[in-house]
T-cell receptor, first 114, second 114 residues
């Protein structure tokens, strides 16, 4: 089966600019996650979708970050305006359902804010 | 608040050695624990998933154990190879609630010298 697709692979922007990341999960996976991984740290959950509804966005900086999952398939994560501390790898993952099943991660988007 | 710690932060071993990576977590109320591998510039690859009711899982040269009551897990790698060089992350999924989010440790950077 095809994996989780993410684009772009790399992005460099100036602070205060906006940026968007795209994710296409594995076909049939109802649950989609966005994680932020800062250099030297483990990934941290930003938002979790179940189909097109938000299950958990408690750690999403809502003043600058937004995410949507239209039609319960693809998802977009946006940052506006970006700050230097947003420099990180943004990982998308999907799972068949919320529960005992394991995750499949995409390769991530590496964002550098200068 | 669940916290996950991994020791050591970095490890260098000669090829052929057996090695153990350690993971500890502060709250024993977990759904499952997973070990991931992360190669530079890549996403995460799931290695082993242990349900809370299980004690260990094995896959090839890898064996992961779980002692939920003491909040510990170990990843044992037998006969290490240079291709095993990567960052190894453990993550727990907290029990209860509607989410299946993962809380990650900061990882162990493994280098296997030929």
């Amino acid at each position: 089966e095809a994996g989780v697709a993410q684009s772009p692979r790399y992005k460099i922007i100036e602070k205060r600019q906006s940026v968007a990341f795209w994710c296409n999960p594995i076909s049939g996976h109802a649950t989609l996650y966005w994680y932020q991984q800062i250099l030297g740290q483990g990934p941290k959950l930003l938002i979790q979708f179940q189909n097109n509804g938000v299950v958990d966005d408690s750690q999403l900086p809502k003043d600058r970050f937004s995410a949507e999952r239209l039609k319960g398939v693809d998802s977009t994560l946006k940052i506006q305006p970006a700050k230097l501390e947003d420099s990180a790898v943004y990982l998308c993952a999907s799972s068949l359902w919320t529960g005992i099943y394991g995750y499949t991660f995409g390769s991530g988007t590496r964002l550098t804010v200068v | 608040k669940q916290e996950v710690t991994q020791i050591p932060a970095a490890l260098s071993v000669p090829e052929g050695e057996n090695l153990v990576l350690n993971c500890s977590f502060t709250d024993s109320a977990i759904y499952n624990l997973q070990w991931f591998r992360q190669d530079p510039g890549k996403g995460l690859t799931s290695l082993l998933l242990i349900q809370s009711s299980q004690r260990e899982q094995t896959s090839g040269r890898l064996n992961a154990s779980l002692d939920k009551s003491s909040g510990r897990s170990t990843l044992y790698i037998a006969a290490s190879q240079p291709g095993d060089s990567a960052t190894y992350l453990c993550a727990v999924s907290p029990a209860g609630g509607a989410t299946n989010k993962l809380i990650f440790g900061t990882g162990t950077l493994l280098a296997v010298q030929p």
